[in-house]
Protein backbone atom coordinates (compact mmCIF):
# COMPACT_ATOMS: atom_id res chain seq x y z
CA UNK A 1 0.00 0.00 0.00
CA UNK A 2 1.17 3.52 -1.25
CA UNK A 3 1.63 6.25 2.03
CA UNK A 4 -1.16 8.72 1.35
CA UNK A 5 -3.22 7.04 -1.35
CA UNK A 6 -6.78 6.52 -0.56
CA UNK A 7 -7.60 5.57 -3.84
CA UNK A 8 -4.71 2.70 -4.01
CA UNK A 9 -6.14 -0.75 -4.62
CA UNK A 10 -4.89 -2.41 -1.79
CA UNK A 11 -5.84 -0.24 0.79
CA UNK A 12 -9.71 0.05 -0.78
CA UNK A 13 -9.98 -3.73 -0.02
CA UNK A 14 -9.61 -3.21 3.42
CA UNK A 15 -10.71 0.29 4.49
CA UNK A 16 -13.93 0.95 4.03
CA UNK A 17 -15.26 4.01 2.63
CA UNK A 18 -19.15 3.73 2.40
CA UNK A 19 -19.39 2.81 -0.91
CA UNK A 20 -19.63 -0.72 -0.58
CA UNK A 21 -22.94 -0.14 1.33
CA UNK A 22 -24.98 0.95 -1.40
CA UNK A 23 -27.14 -2.14 -2.69
CA UNK A 24 -26.30 -2.58 -6.23
CA UNK A 25 -28.77 -4.40 -8.91
CA UNK A 26 -27.63 -8.17 -9.07
CA UNK A 27 -25.78 -8.16 -6.45
CA UNK A 28 -26.61 -11.14 -3.76
CA UNK A 29 -25.50 -12.56 -0.45
CA UNK A 30 -25.43 -15.41 -2.44
CA UNK A 31 -24.10 -15.25 -6.19
CA UNK A 32 -22.74 -18.65 -6.85
CA UNK A 33 -25.19 -20.49 -4.38
CA UNK A 34 -22.61 -21.65 -2.03
CA UNK A 35 -24.87 -21.50 1.32
CA UNK A 36 -27.40 -24.53 -0.26
CA UNK A 37 -24.25 -26.44 -0.75
CA UNK A 38 -23.22 -26.33 3.18
CA UNK A 39 -24.39 -29.42 4.87
CA UNK A 40 -23.74 -27.89 8.13
CA UNK A 41 -22.52 -24.78 9.35
CA UNK A 42 -18.59 -24.29 8.70
CA UNK A 43 -18.78 -26.45 6.11
CA UNK A 44 -18.81 -26.16 2.23
CA UNK A 45 -18.80 -28.94 -0.08
CA UNK A 46 -19.24 -27.39 -3.64
CA UNK A 47 -16.98 -29.69 -5.36
CA UNK A 48 -16.75 -33.69 -5.71
CA UNK A 49 -13.45 -34.61 -3.65
CA UNK A 50 -13.12 -31.37 -1.87
CA UNK A 51 -14.64 -29.76 1.14
CA UNK A 52 -13.78 -26.28 2.90
CA UNK A 53 -14.12 -25.83 6.26
CA UNK A 54 -14.80 -21.97 7.64
CA UNK A 55 -12.80 -21.71 10.79
CA UNK A 56 -13.88 -18.21 11.74
CA UNK A 57 -16.30 -15.64 10.48
CA UNK A 58 -13.55 -13.13 10.60
CA UNK A 59 -12.78 -10.72 7.47
CA UNK A 60 -11.78 -12.06 4.36
CA UNK A 61 -8.41 -10.20 4.20
CA UNK A 62 -6.77 -12.31 7.04
CA UNK A 63 -7.76 -15.20 5.25
CA UNK A 64 -5.98 -14.20 2.30
CA UNK A 65 -2.86 -13.10 4.19
CA UNK A 66 -3.06 -16.46 5.44
CA UNK A 67 -3.15 -17.97 2.40
CA UNK A 68 -0.14 -16.37 0.96
CA UNK A 69 3.25 -18.38 1.04
CA UNK A 70 7.01 -16.40 0.22
CA UNK A 71 7.51 -18.89 -3.01
CA UNK A 72 7.36 -18.32 -6.76
CA UNK A 73 3.94 -18.89 -7.44
CA UNK A 74 2.92 -18.80 -11.22
CA UNK A 75 -0.57 -17.72 -11.66
CA UNK A 76 -3.01 -20.42 -12.64
CA UNK A 77 -6.48 -18.81 -12.46
CA UNK A 78 -7.63 -14.95 -12.56
CA UNK A 79 -11.47 -15.43 -11.39
CA UNK A 80 -14.22 -13.22 -12.07
CA UNK A 81 -16.00 -11.16 -9.34
CA UNK A 82 -18.89 -12.95 -7.37
CA UNK A 83 -21.43 -10.42 -7.60
CA UNK A 84 -21.58 -10.76 -3.73
CA UNK A 85 -23.67 -7.94 -2.35
CA UNK A 86 -21.51 -5.17 -1.32
CA UNK A 87 -18.75 -5.49 -3.50
CA UNK A 88 -20.52 -3.98 -7.00
CA UNK A 89 -17.93 -1.40 -6.26
CA UNK A 90 -15.02 -3.54 -7.42
CA UNK A 91 -17.02 -5.00 -10.77
CA UNK A 92 -15.37 -4.63 -13.62
CA UNK A 93 -17.20 -5.03 -16.70
CA UNK A 94 -16.73 -8.22 -18.38
CA UNK A 95 -15.58 -6.40 -21.68
CA UNK A 96 -12.64 -4.34 -19.49
CA UNK A 97 -11.90 -7.77 -17.86
CA UNK A 98 -11.90 -9.46 -21.66
CA UNK A 99 -9.91 -6.33 -22.70
CA UNK A 100 -7.22 -6.57 -20.00
CA UNK A 101 -6.66 -9.93 -19.81
CA UNK A 102 -5.93 -9.93 -23.60
CA UNK A 103 -3.50 -7.33 -23.30
CA UNK A 104 -1.61 -9.29 -20.50
CA UNK A 105 -1.48 -12.54 -22.48
CA UNK A 106 0.42 -10.15 -24.88
CA UNK A 107 2.66 -9.39 -22.78
CA UNK A 108 3.34 -12.78 -20.95
CA UNK A 109 4.52 -16.07 -22.11
CA UNK A 110 2.23 -18.78 -22.20
CA UNK A 111 2.85 -20.90 -19.37
CA UNK A 112 2.86 -17.52 -17.19
CA UNK A 113 -0.33 -16.84 -18.34
CA UNK A 114 -3.66 -17.22 -16.25
CA UNK A 115 -7.14 -18.66 -17.23
CA UNK A 116 -9.60 -16.17 -16.63
CA UNK A 117 -12.88 -18.12 -15.39
CA UNK A 118 -16.16 -17.37 -13.54
CA UNK A 119 -18.55 -19.31 -11.05
CA UNK A 120 -21.51 -20.07 -12.26
CA UNK A 121 -24.49 -20.88 -9.69
CA UNK A 122 -24.75 -25.12 -10.27
CA UNK A 123 -22.10 -25.60 -12.50
CA UNK A 124 -19.90 -28.56 -11.75
CA UNK A 125 -16.91 -26.70 -11.92
CA UNK A 126 -15.72 -22.94 -12.40
CA UNK A 127 -16.44 -21.98 -16.41
CA UNK A 128 -13.58 -20.24 -18.40
CA UNK A 129 -14.26 -16.68 -19.75
CA UNK A 130 -14.08 -16.70 -24.04
CA UNK A 131 -12.18 -13.88 -24.40
CA UNK A 132 -12.73 -13.50 -28.45
CA UNK A 133 -16.65 -12.99 -27.71
Same mark, same amino acid.
Given at each position: ?????? $??????????????????????????????? +????????????????? +????????? $?? *????? *???????LHMLDLVERAAHFEVSDKETKNLHRQLMARLPGYLFPRLLREVPGAPAKVGVDLWK
Open positions: MRRRAP $NDPLLRQVLPLGDGDSPAPGFTADPVGDLAL +APQAGVLHKYCGRALVV +ATGACAVHT $NH *AQEIE *ADVLPYY
